[in-house]
């Protein structure tokens, strides 16, 4: 595509700088976001965690491109969304911005591949053969490329709306709830689908969740409360993450000034790695 760019594992994929969003105003406003920075690097999954109300997701709807910040900036990359007509902000999102959701939206007249490539398709581009085929092997899908939605498991679905988020290269994809209409097992697949293509692929993917388990996944977890980043983990597990949002009360802000780089143990091509609307 036209405006995607090559990112290596300690580029800032995507980053918000002073965000503060507010909801409405005077006696009524809500401070969703209050002074938040933080930055996505390539290479790297990160999970976004807070209590609900927290702003969670309206961080990741305005990181995204999705919805205006009322004070501070947010990039893709080097790029100021608020720097953007309507026009090129539409086009940035669809060539540099993935999202998985927790509802699969597959086309069920389509088969995955034609679900795999529609943005794609719907752009007028076209699709990098060699980059689909090897995302095809990291997800799992040559067997069924032929096979409409109704055919496949919740897992198989939601794996090709994985495929679907990564087919255009993105910078960053964002992924809000993905494992919600899932059960375990499948969840977890789901998850370390996530982690691998991001790592393998070097984009920065960046997950919305309330649960531990699913956090424990992501190479590193950020919390808010009230709108502020208060906490990061480097290496979660469940329990720690558990512990972590048991003890939100009386936690102070600290400071957030991004991961370090993430290399995954294959790369992309698949050969060996040297390295190891209302707040919510």
């Known amino acids: 595509m036209s405006t995607t760019t090559t990112l290596t594992p300690t580029a800032l994929a995507a980053r918000v700088d002073n965000a503060v969003k507010v909801y409405g105003s005077g006696d009524t406003a809500v401070r969703a976001l209050d002074g938040v920075s933080v930055g996505f690097r390539a290479g790297r999954f990160t999970a976004i965690m807070g209590p609900s ?3 969670k997701s309206t961080l990741m709807h305005c990181a995204a491109g999705l919805d205006t910040l009322t004070e501070g900036a947010a990039y893709i990359g080097d790029t100021d969304l608020g720097s953007l007509d309507d026009r090129r902000l539409t086009l940035l999102r669809r ?10 939206n597959l086309v069920p007249t389509l088969n995955v591949a034609e679900n ?3 943005p794609i398709d719907l752009a007028g581009e076209r699709p990098d053969r060699e980059w689909l085929d090897a995302l095809v ?10 096979h409409r939605p109704a055919e496949l498991s919740g897992g198989q679905q939601q794996r090709v709306a994985v495929a679907r988020a990564f087919a255009g290269r993105p910078d960053v994809v964002f992924a809000d709830e993905p494992t919600g209409n899932l059960d375990s097992r499948s969840g977890g697949e789901v998850l370390r689908l996530l982690g691998d293509t991001a790592r393998q692929a070097s984009r920065a993917v960046v997950m919305v969740t309330h649960d531990p388990v699913a956090a424990a996944h992501a190479d590193e977890v950020v919390f808010l409360a009230d709108g502020r980043l208060v906490d ?23 400071e957030f000034d991004g991961p ?18 209302e707040p919510s």
């Open 53 to 55: 109300g927290s702003g």
């Open 95 to 104: 060539d540099r911005v993935g999202f998985v959701f927790q509802a699969f």
């Open 116 to 118: 795999i490539t529609l």
């Open 137 to 146: 092997d990291v997800v799992g899908l040559r067997d069924r490329l032929h």
């Open 232 to 254: 990061r983990m480097e290496r979660p597990t469940a329990d720690r993450v558990l512990d972590r949002m048991k003890a939100f009360d009386g936690s102070a802000p600290t």
């Open 260 to 277: 370090t780089s993430f290399n995954g143990p294959t790369s992309f091509d698949g050969t060996p790695s040297t390295a190891g609307g």
